[in-house]
Nanobody
């Protein structure tokens, strides 16, 4: 079993930055792909970025490409999402997720473990 704890959200002005963290329990986490998703009120959960266990494959949604950077530190069992140049439309609850099959793509059904979510609010 893997448990994920998201943190790092908050209130930031447009153009600002935040760094989200996803702390995992369980040694097998280092073999899992990590994904980040977000969900705004009244909208479906949206894929943001993913990274395979080795970091060899990284994917981004077009909406965040060039602004967000996904990374991981397997020694610390932690994944990260660095968010720069934030926009009001980035406001949402952000979730990290782990894919035990290390596919690491945009499909929600590939992710078996989810964090509790962390709120990101970007003011204009």
């Amino acid at each position: 079993q893997v448990q994920l704890v998201d943190s790092g959200g908050g209130l930031v002005q447009a153009g600002g930055s935040l760094r989200l963290s996803c702390a995992a329990s369980g040694r097998t986490f280092i073999r899992y792909a990590v994904g980040w998703f977000r969900q705004a009120p009244g909208k479906e959960r949206e894929f943001i970025a993913s990274i395979t266990w080795s970091g060899a494959s990284i994917y981004y949604a077009d909406s965040v490409k060039g602004r967000f950077t996904i990374s991981r530190d397997n020694a610390k069992n932690t994944g990260y999402l660095q968010m720069n140049s934030l926009k009001p439309e980035d406001t949402a609850v952000y979730y990290c997720a782990a894919d035990p099959n290390n596919i690491g793509d945009m499909r929600v059904l590939h992710y078996s473990y989810w964090g509790q979510g962390t709120q990101v609010t970007v003011s204009s």
